[in-house]
């Protein structure tokens, strides 16, 4: 059997793609991982690498043809293959097979000589088609281990747990605990019996026996799941800007002077928590929600704040609702910041604390973070990353001056906001902060 | 509960003899019946003394007829008492299928809760060594197919009497499987009173590999086995089940989780045994733990073999089982 190439998907909106150079020629060797071609698509050019080993029968696009995803482009031959079967020849080269959604960036396994799988001229990789533990299909799962890359060492090419352990690093370990019934004392019994080896201590068999591994919790769980999904689901780009803090952090130390006798104590935060909800009111389409066919904009501005929570209390994180932030004073939202939080560490949020939220605001500057970049949290259209306010060289009035700045980071969604969009948001938000005295009113 | 003040080790034939003696002494309502069990002290010893201790109306001497000695079981129960019938093997316990199957097992059912019947039916079960086809019978596949009873099946001292007391105790009938290979094996017993509930298996060698699952004598070619393996590196977790029905699943499931892989060793034939009942409920609750399929060892499938060589190699042994890990975990 012939292998055919096929232009591959090489990237999610490629639709067709253009060969610019082959690399080989007809009757040239080739084994996996050499490079055939460079082809164009839609957004780089790229290299075509061969999956198989063979020898080059026929190409059957030339450079500079543009032809849809899916076609075949050129003929391998097997070493072992006599000839190429004419009937194989008769494509019609403007015409693919079938292009929908045909998927060749998949890395195909060779054939074996047991061959467990259509040759690679299957249009669609099925899973099916693959012969998989069910331990090594729901691991594959859970460490996003693409089945049809990997070559089973298992009877018949069985793709078994193993297989899959040595590809993820061996980190995971057996995690269900053995629910021993080797009761207390009866274990001790056991270990004085004399038809009965004693336990002895296992010598280290495999490599991923020595590292540790402790079950995750249900939120880190949850944390996982959600950020994967928002990771892979949402296209993130992300725009920093720095802001001078100086006018903020000077009213701040005014206020909490003047407010310090009826216990209010402002963080930077709060401010924050103020600008951006009053952004937003401006900004209607960073309190919005990519909703498939249509974009959500939603009527409160719902503030999340991410809160960390200690060690003791199993670490990761929640996101505390600051409802209708824009309609609340600084006092009001510091107080109920300062109550989420509390109430995150020591017992735990409900859901209504949680939910609703329209926008995130992660806040990294208490640890002397200086910048980073934050991941979305669903349904959100953005979330800010905000570092610390640092002391920094800055020229004013034409005078070097010691001037604390603040660099923010807001992480967006494409599909509903473009990068101007954000430029005018971070704008806004500058504008406000640096003018803190409208905060007020 | 059994945090040992001594050492006292002894045989699993005396753990058995003290398991009776001492609920003899207990309950008044319990005696033994059975071929040999009174002045010839047990065709096995397992009665010794016992006859001195009781007397001839507790400690009985029964002809040669299972039939008749466990009907007459059945009625005793009915009526209140608390029989312990001993097959000299279960083997013969096949002429007796109409009382201990057909009555004891449904009593309580048929007479709509009137009568239970609360009798231990005890005694060698599987091949003692060169018996022969008729008398080497493994019946716990055959009659743990019936609802109505319990089945014990233990492996050492400690658990035989642990387990013999607790079934003494239990209202209804319950099949007690020993093993004549095992009967000179010694073990720590302690003297304070213990019983060990049924349905709690007992994980007897840790692993992380291969889960393999027996009960009674077969456990000591699966430790065997594993200390084998353990030179190959794959690491065995051995699950003795102690008791049939109740079956411990969630033990053995919970260890299949954690390995991934089982080898289940039962030493009746492999068609409708208890073998095949474990790895079906296995397949089912650790589908998705799965690294490959249940596998099992059995006893051949024909009638066992007189001649010893062909014996030992009938039975399920270190060297099958050895094979049926290195398979279930891919190591061939």
Redesign the interface.
Known sequence: MPIEITMPKLSDTMEAGTILHWHVNVGDDVVAGDVLADIETDKATMELQSFDDGTVDQIIVGVGDQVRVGTTIALLKEDDDSSVENDVMVLDVNEPKDTQDTQIDLPVPEPTSTPIQSPTTQEEPSIGGLRV??????LAEEHGVDLQAIQG???AGRI???DILQIVGATI??T????????G??A???S??????P??P??P??PW?ENRTEPISNMRQIIARRLVESKQTIPHFQVTMSFDLDPLLEMRTTLNEQLESSGVRLSVNDFLVRCCALAMTKHPEFNASFGGDCILYHGPVNIGIAIALPEERGGGLVVGSIRNADQKSLRTISQETAYLSNKARESGLSVEEMADTTFTISNLGMFGVEHFTAIINPPNSAILAVGAAMEKPVVRQGELAVGREMSVTLSLDHRVIDGAMAALYLKTLKELIENPAALLV | ????TN?R?IEYREALREAMSEEMRQDERVFLLGEEVAQYNGAYKVSKGMLDEFGSRRVIDTPISESGFSGMAVGAAMRGLRPIVEFMSWSFSLVAADPILNNAAKMLYMSGGQFGCPIVFRGNDGAGGQLASTHSWCVESMYANVPGLKMVIPY?A?DAKGLLKEAIRDDNPVFFLESERLLS????V?EEEYT?PFG??????????CTIISFGRPL?FC?EA??EL?KE???C?VVDGRTIRPL?I??MA??V????TCVVVDQSWSFASVGSEIASQLHAIC??????HVHRVHSDDVPPPYAYNLEQAYLPNTRKICEAVRSAT?NT
């Open positions: 533990s069910p331990v090594a299909r729901r060492s298992g009877p078994i747990k193993r370990e057996t269900a605990a053995a629910q021993t019934t080797v009761h004392s009866e001790n019994v056991i004085r019996t004399s038809t009965v080896p336990m002895q296992l010598a068999v495999s026996q | 509960m059994t945090v040992a050492n080790v050492d400690y094996t010694t073990c720590h302690p060990i709690q298996a007992l994980i007897r060698r840790q692993g992380t590999h000591h430790l594993a200390e353990a590196g794959i690491d977790e411990d969630d033990t919970a260890s989780k954690k390995t991934s589908f998705e733990d799965l690294d490959n891919y």
